[in-house]
Each structure stands twice: as C-alpha cells, then as structure tokens.
C-alpha cells in the first residue's frame, strides 16, 4: 500500500496482558515514530527510530513500553502488564528521512487499544 | 522546550462562511509548522507545512496558514467552509527536537448547514 499500515485497527485486552501493536511505514521511508493520543494527554511523542541508529525512546512513560524495528522496516510496539490508563489510540508515522529535516511525518490510522 | 497552543476546544460556523483556527507556538529559533487535520477514526493528515520561505503557504483542501514570527503564530485560514471539513485539526511543531512532533490540544470543527 503507499500510506503507513497499522494493526490490529482495534485491540481490546484484559488489564495485566502483553500486547503487540505493528507498525509499516511507507516504503523507503527510513524514520519511523510512535505517538500516543489520550483524552487527558492528547497527542504525545513516544519513541523515535532512525535508519540504524540507537532508537530515541525518550517518551516512553514507563518501562513497560519497548518498540523494535526490525530490518530497517517494520516496527512492533510492545506494552507489557497494562494498565487501563494505557488505554489510547496509538499512531505510528514515517517520513523519508528523520533528525531535523524538513520531511513530513505521514501517519497510519492508529490502533485504538481498550484496556478493561 | 517547544510548546503549542490552540486557544479554542471548539469552533462552529455555517457551511459556506470563512475559517480561521488559532495556533501559537514556544520556540526560540524557527520552528518548522505544521497543520493536520483528524477525522473520527482515521489518522493524521497533513494539510500543509512550513520551513521557511514565503509566510503563506496554501495546503490540500483550499487550507492556507500564515507564520507570523513577530506574534509566534501560524493560524489556518480557509475562505469557504464545506459540511466535509468537519473534523479534529491539530497544529504541531517540530525543531528542537527536529524528530519529534510537539501537538497542540487540537480544535474540533463543527460545520452548520
């Protein structure tokens, strides 16, 4: 497809599970972002990853949360033991080229996560 | 650090009449803008951008912006609302941080026919 896949689109889970959300970024794009959007925080950066180089997770609210990006491409996002307050719509965005660049992040539709 | 504001939760006006959405940004250098628009259950949009140059940059959907440096803005402007342009708009910035986006709290738009 030519825009940013996501999946599942839905995922609702028991408090205390593991769940995986995936992320496709539009091909060649070599910078890959996770955001998170919650009522109370609204949209907020989570984790960075640039071509090779060590991922900036800077935004990651706990160390619950680890992302990988495997071969330069596809990004899985990993939330360990949730907790309800992990319940948001996560957004996943590339661009062409990452760091302080001029390239629009492009972003999927989200996976929208329930945590009862 | 970077920061934006969106003055208004929500704005409501009639199909047909004039649009204009506040955004103020923190940030010492110039900051690279950004205006996307969010409908319910889809992603992020990319309505237009700026990074220098002239001040009004025209985006998809007949959106335009303006970057005025002197009032730290960047308010998106459209001359005639459509029913369709109902959806969730959220101003970002970026630079600082060149590979993070900084959001505001987004405005809701509500077209009146």
């Known amino acids: 497809g030519a825009g940013v896949s996501q999946s599942p689109s839905n995922k609702v889970t028991e408090k205390g599970k593991d769940v995986e959300l995936r992320c496709d970024p539009i091909s060649g794009h070599t910078a890959l972002y996770w955001y998170r959007q919650s009522l109370g925080q609204g949209l907020e950066f989570l984790i960075y990853?640039?071509?090779?180089?060590?991922?900036?997770k800077s935004g990651l609210p706990s160390d619950r949360f680890s992302a990988e990006r495997t071969g330069g491409s596809v990004s899985t996002l990993t939330i360990q033991r949730t907790q309800q307050e992990d319940s948001a719509v996560y957004l996943c965005a590339s661009s062409l080229v990452g760091g302080y660049s001029n390239q629009p992040q492009h972003f999927g539709d989200g996976t929208r996560l329930s945590i009862l | 650090a970077q920061s934006v504001t969106q003055p208004d939760i929500h704005i409501t006006v009639s199909e047909g009449a004039s649009l204009e959405l506040r955004c103020n940004y923190s940030?010492?250098?110039?900051?690279?803008l950004f205006w996307y628009v969010q409908s319910p259950g889809q992603g992020l949009q990319l309505l237009l951008k700026?990074?220098?140059?002239?001040?009004l940059v025209q985006g998809i959907k007949g959106f335009e912006a303006e970057f005025k440096r002197s009032q730290s803005s960047f308010n998106l402007r459209k001359p005639s609302v459509h029913w369709s342009d109902a959806a969730e708009y959220f101003c970002a910035v970026g630079g600082e941080y060149g590979n993070k986006l900084v959001f505001g709290a987004g405005t809701i738009l509500r077209v009146k026919s």
């Open positions: 940030y010492g250098a110039t900051p690279y």
């Open positions: 700026y990074f220098s140059g002239d001040t």
């Open positions: 990853f640039q071509g090779n180089s060590a991922p900036d």
